[in-house]
């Protein structure tokens, strides 16, 4: 047993019992660590090193499968999940040219995510680290888009910047998730604010749904990629006075705290009542006015709590981070890299590949667990709802 496991091995045993101090930098060895996300319906493995090198990455789609359903479809992305496994993490492996016994460490989504789908992967990660002997770290799935920021940096003109020191502000917009965090340190987040129903991607692809759009192929497809595909060709100001702000009524204004769900139910109900899908130019003006409406209501937010923590907390950020699939749109990069340079920050945006779900970002959230000595034990569990500020108990015990 080489001095890693070893080490790995006692502190399955003792890691509830450290405290904070313990934590500090527990490894600076070099790591190449195998990342595993099954949280949705992407299959994807990773091969990636602690001096951030993405060996490989594979990625399964399973877009034909629920295109004709309307949706993700649980169970069924789950048996897609357990017959793709076996296969994209081998070529994970092959690709990054080494075998399991090169792999320092197995990381994989615990939560949140659809509960079939992270079982799947959880299930694959268990068994593939304990009969190798390699310690196991279970990740945040929106820890890992926050620190893929980390790995990879690139601003609106595709521009590589420095990697973002703590703390940072970051803004995660995903299927199942709007959040403004503000990331202390790993596994230390405070949350300033969140969806109070739909979450931003969710309310974009029913939107894209209603206006009839096709999913965009390839391997990064799918119906927000369609709606802006859809926008470049609009005028976002045609259908203005038909979707209002969401929550820009007086006593919501100074509250941080999302909303997408009123935004949606307009869209869908001006998208019948006008009868835009029968319109080219009127499905091109509405998609570029929802989406334009989406990204106003995040910019409203994001003042708030940047005045906030930087005019009156005086919190010294660093950045501005923005990640999560919806934070491949490129309108929503260029505007939202205008509001940070406002601040005097920088936009900080992983490149579109690693915006949506990959296992590059949990290898990599893994690698930054792993040095702060955060490595799981074999016997855990997924956990399908998970409050990302929970993170914050298990660093501070
Ligand atoms: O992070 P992600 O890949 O999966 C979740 O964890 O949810 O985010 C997927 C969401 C979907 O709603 C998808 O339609 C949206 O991100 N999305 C986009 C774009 N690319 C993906 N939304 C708007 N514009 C895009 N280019
Ligand atoms: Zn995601």
């Known amino acids: 047993m080489n001095k890693t496991v070893q080490r790995a091995c006692q502190l399955q045993g003792s890691f509830k019992h450290l405290t904070q101090r313990h934590f500090r930098s527990y490894s600076t060895k070099p790591l190449t660590v195998l990342g595993i996300e099954t949280s949705c319906d992407d299959t994807t493995a990773a091969v990636v090193t602690s001096d951030r090198k993405i060996l490989s990455e594979i990625v399964r789609t399973q877009h034909h499968l629920h295109e004709p359903l309307g949706g993700i479809v649980p169970t069924l992305a789950s048996t897609g999940h357990m017959q793709n496994l076996p296969m994209v993490v ?202 334009s409406k989406c990204i106003q209501h995040l910019e409203q937010k994001l003042r708030l709590a940047l005045d906030q923590s930087i005019k009156q907390q005086n919190i010294p950020l660093t950045a501005l981070v923005v990640s999560g699939g919806v934070a491949s749109n490129n309108v929503l990069r260029s505007r939202l890299e205008v509001l940070a340079a406002s601040y005097g920050l920088p936009l900080i945006c992983p490149p579109p590949k690693l915006c949506t779900d990959n296992g590059v970002m949990i290898a990599w959230a893994g690698i930054e667990r792993y040095q702060a000595g955060l490595i799981d034990d074999y016997e855990i569990t997924t956990i399908p709802k998970w409050p990302i500020e929970s993170l914050k108990d298990v660093v501070a015990k």
Request: proline letters at 5%.
């Open 90 to 291: 081998r070529e994970a492996l092959e690709q990054a040219n080494k075998s399991i016994n090169d792999i320092d460490c197995v990381a994989v989504t615990r939560g949140p995510g659809l509960p079939p789908c992270l079982s799947a992967g959880m299930n694959a990660a268990k068994t593939l680290a304990a009969v190798a002997g390699k310690p196991i770290v279970g990740v945040h799935h929106m820890e890992a888009h926050a620190l893929t920021a980390r790995l990879t940096t690139e601003n609106a003109m595709g521009d590589h910047l420095p990697a973002p020191a703590f703390p940072f502000m970051t803004l995660l917009v995903s299927g199942g998730h709007t959040l403004l965090l503000q990331a202390n340190a790993v596994g230390n987040y405070d949350q300033l604010g969140s969806t109070m129903d739909d979450a931003i991607g969710e309310a974009i692809d029913k939107a894209s749904r209603a206006l009839g759009l096709k999913w965009a192929q390839g391997r990064r497809g799918g119906p927000g990629v369609a709606l802006e595909q859809a926008a470049l060709k609009g005028d976002p100001m045609r259908y203005d006075s038909m979707l209002p702000l969401p929550l820009s009524e007086r006593e919501w204004t100074k509250k941080i705290g999302f909303s997408f769900s009123g935004l949606k139910t307009a869209m869908m109900r001006m998208v019948e009542r006008q009868n835009i899908t029968n319109n080219e130019q009127g499905v091109a003006d509405a998609a570029a006015t929802f989406q």
